[in-house]
């Protein structure tokens, strides 16, 4: 059996920039007490007229480059999102269509912002067991379309943007060692759009309630999704055999910097082990960590024989963790 590992990465952003002094002018907000409070100096948004599966096809297109391949080469596209095109079909089989991915089956996970590491979970066992060779993982979202602009406690945080990975068979002893996700439903409301299902539906009420909108529980989530990051973190790399002392770079979801550093301190890891990049692109949900690898990857931060741990918080609640030897 060989261990599936990531050969190729790519992300992408919209042009668009919404900082800190543009949100001053919508909502009642100050830059001070964002970047206290969140660390986002700066977040991404697209435009009218651009959606989630054009970033998406433009980081996959980058990850098939640098790892050598065709779209063709391609069996499985696993797209992680909350911010879909549409209901259907798919977000992964739309870009299966724009990169031109004719051998695949596209398709969509829906774990909020551990959604990427849902997605490398799924195809990690496929390609162990030999049922297929090459996957593409991406994690795209254009959330600020689903932010309420009257709503100061998620429009500061949300972005948008898309991150994708290729996934092959590895030599022994490297790519994911190890891998751990996690949901509990009962939390639903402390971070959901109700509106444009078959429960709600799409009606007047649902419009002027602003029900297709997220909202949050933010200070609720805030505690669980410090507690879960921090555990799964733990018990997967017990599981596994490892210590946090092993660890070259925690690279957790960029949800809010005060996550990370309590995170960080729960770890017992020092600042320089755990990555952030939220202050210029805040928190893009399941892009942010696939965007995280890449930059960590081009800057030179993850070297070759690295051990990165992706631990990921999102809605639903969703959580995971994930061990990979580069
Ligand atoms: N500007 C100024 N004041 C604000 C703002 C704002 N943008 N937002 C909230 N406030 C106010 C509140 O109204 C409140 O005022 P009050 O005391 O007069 O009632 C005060 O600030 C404190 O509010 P809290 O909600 O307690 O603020 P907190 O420090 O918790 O920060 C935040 C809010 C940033 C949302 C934080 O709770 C957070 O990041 N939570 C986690 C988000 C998260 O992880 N989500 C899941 C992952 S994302 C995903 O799944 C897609």
Redesign the pocket.
């Known amino acids: 059996m060989n261990n599936a590992g990531i050969i190729g990465m790519g992300h992408a952003y919209p042009s668009g920039v919404l900082t800190n002094a543009d949100?001053e002018r919508i909502?009642?907000?100050?830059d001070e007490?964002?970047q206290t409070?969140?660390g986002i100096k700066q977040r991404h948004k697209a435009a009218e007229g651009e959606y989630t599966s054009q970033f998406g096809t433009k980081a996959a297109q980058q990850a098939l480059d640098k790892a050598g391949l065709n779209a063709e080469d391609i069996e499985i596209i696993v797209c992680a999102t909350?911010t879909p095109d549409q209901i259907m079909p798919s977000t992964g089989a739309l870009i299966q269509a724009q990169i031109g991915a004719t051998n695949a089956a596209g398709m969509d996970v829906f774990a909020?912002?551990?959604g990427f590491l849902y997605g490398i979970t799924m195809v990690e066992s496929m390609i162990r067991t030999g049922q297929i060779k090459h996957a593409l993982v991406i994690g795209a979202?254009v959330?600020t379309k689903y932010v309420d602009y009257t709503d100061?406690?998620?429009?500061?945080?949300?972005s948008d943007g898309a991150g994708a990975a290729v996934l092959a068979p590895v030599e022994a002893g490297k790519g994911i060692l190890a891998t751990k996700i996690r949901s509990d439903g009962r939390f639903e409301e402390?971070?959901y759009a109700p509106g444009g299902g078959t429960k709600l539906g799409t009606t007047y009420a649902t419009i002027d309630n602003r029900d297709h909108f997220?909202k949050?529980k933010?200070?609720e989530?805030?505690k669980i999704?410090v507690r879960s990051m921090a555990e799964i973190s733990k018990e997967m790399l017990d599981k596994a055999g490892y210590t946090i002392a092993d660890v070259d770079l925690v690279i957790p979801?960029q949800?809010?910097q005060?996550?990370t550093d309590a995170v960080a301190s729960r770890l017992n890891i020092p600042e320089e082990k755990i990555f952030s990049n939220i202050a210029e692109h805040g928190?893009t949900?399941?892009a942010s960590i696939p965007i995280a690898i890449d930059e960590c990857l081009q800057s030179g931060k993850i070297k070759q024989g690295d051990l990165v741990l992706l631990t990921a918080?999102?809605?639903?609640?969703?959580w995971g963790a994930t061990l990979i030897r580069f």
């Open positions: 949100l909502v009642d907000t100050s007490w964002i409070r969140t909350t909020t912002c551990s979202e959330l100061r406690s998620t429009c500061v945080i949300f402390h971070l997220f949050m933010g200070n989530l805030f999704a979801h949800a809010n005060r996550i928190n949900s399941s918080f999102g809605g639903g609640v969703t």
